[in-house]
T-cell receptor
């Protein structure tokens, strides 16, 4: 049971380049989430997917797109990276419901120059 | 507008003593609260939670207290151990919110041997 996996672990981009962050979970969870963590800001929700085939915006969606490819996989795309998107990105998954505990991946550290 | 705040960026305690981490929230609609623990280069892991119908929840050395009138929660760790040294995030959510969590900024706990 790998839990939540993320690739890549680390990436350097130039301003304007695009990339896709991959996330997969093997816990048969319905919900999946993308967060970013910045110093002094905690974790902020970018996008989430309550179930396969649905996605919705979180607190900070601008500059990002997502795809819920199937129940296991949820990808985050930066179409034109900006230095403000330098951050650590975490993917999480969980069962739906108020008492849902989210399980996080190890994170992707992204540096945009 | 920070709906969940952890006003102490860091806390240092001696091994064996009590650690108290605090969290304040502004949204009275929040009815479920969680604490996550994060080690460097890892994703956050769930620690303990509390529903708004309770004012206390215990799990081993960890106890979370909720004061709804003050919109304040705290995490007590007794006794503190060096392995507890990590960043602690509180998070809040509300019913029907599809599991979306609002995180505080985090508090770095250092437990000295």
């Amino acid at each position: 049971n790998a839990g939540v996996t993320q690739t890549p672990k680390f990436q350097v981009l130039k301003t304007g380049q695009s990339m896709t962050l991959q996330c997969a979970q093997d816990m048969n969870h319905n919900s999946m989430y993308w967060y970013r963590q910045d110093p002094g800001m905690g974790l902020r929700l970018i996008y989430y997917s309550a179930s396969e085939g649905t996605t919705d915006k979180g607190e900070v969606p601008n500059g990002y797109n997502v795809s819920r490819l199937n129940k296991r996989e949820f990808s985050l795309r930066l179409e034109s990276a900006a230095p403000s998107q330098t951050s650590v990105y975490f993917c999480a998954s969980g069962r739906q419901g108020i008492r849902e505990t989210q399980y996080f991946g190890p994170g992707t550290r992204l540096l945009v120059l | 507008d920070q709906q969940v705040k952890q006003n102490s960026p860091s806390l240092s305690v001696q091994e064996g003593r009590i650690s108290i981490l605090n969290c304040d929230y502004t949204n009275s609609m929040f009815d479920y609260f969680l604490w996550y623990k994060k080690y460097p280069a890892e994703g956050p892991t769930f620690l303990i939670s509390i529903s708004s119908i309770k004012d206390k929840n215990e799990d081993g050395r960890f106890t979370v207290f909720l004061n709804k009138s003050a919109k304040h929660l705290s995490l007590h760790i007794v006794p503190s151990q060096p392995g507890d040294s990590a960043v602690y995030f509180c998070a809040a959510t509300r019913s029907g919110n599809t599991g979306k969590l609002i995180f505080g900024q985090g508090t770095t706990l250092q437990v000295k041997p």
